[in-house]
């Protein structure tokens, strides 16, 4: 059974930055593309960025130039550094896998889901 547990959310001026992490139990972690998604209240959940086992990164248009993703395998643990918050990124943040190493950007492609850290981004 795989486990993904977030961390890192919390309230930040807009401009501001965040770094959330992700901590992933499970021997598959180094060859699989992890991902990341937001859900804003009353809207669907978004893609926000991916990382494939390779190091390939994909990232919405929304956060390009923002956010970084990255992941330390010897630590199974994937990173979201965010820079020059808006309030806009104000939404719950998952960390997901499919442990594959194919990437998506749709959540229903993700069948490992964490609990979610919230992110608000005051104006």
């Known amino acids: 059974q795989v486990q993904l547990v977030e961390s890192g959310g919390g309230l930040v001026q807009a401009g501001g930055s965040l770094r959330l992490s992700c901590a992933v139990s499970?021997?598959?972690?180094?060859?699989?593309?992890m991902a990341w998604f937001r859900q804003a209240p009353g809207k669907e959940r978004d893609f926000v960025a991916s990382?494939?086992?390779?190091?390939?990164?994909v990232y919405a248009d929304s956060v390009k130039g923002r956010f970084t993703v990255s992941r330390d395998n010897a630590k199974n643990t994937v990173y979201l550094q965010m820079n020059s918050l808006k309030p806009e990124d104000t939404a719950v943040y998952y960390c997901?896998?499919?442990?594959?190493?194919?990437?998506?950007?749709?959540?229903?492609?993700?069948?490992?889901w964490g609990q979610g850290t919230q992110v608000t981004v005051s104006s």
């Open positions: 997901v896998t499919n442990l594959t190493p194919l990437v998506f950007t749709t959540p229903q492609k993700y069948n490992y």
């Open positions: 990382i494939a086992g390779s190091g390939g990164t």
């Open positions: 499970g021997r598959t972690f180094s060859s699989s593309t």
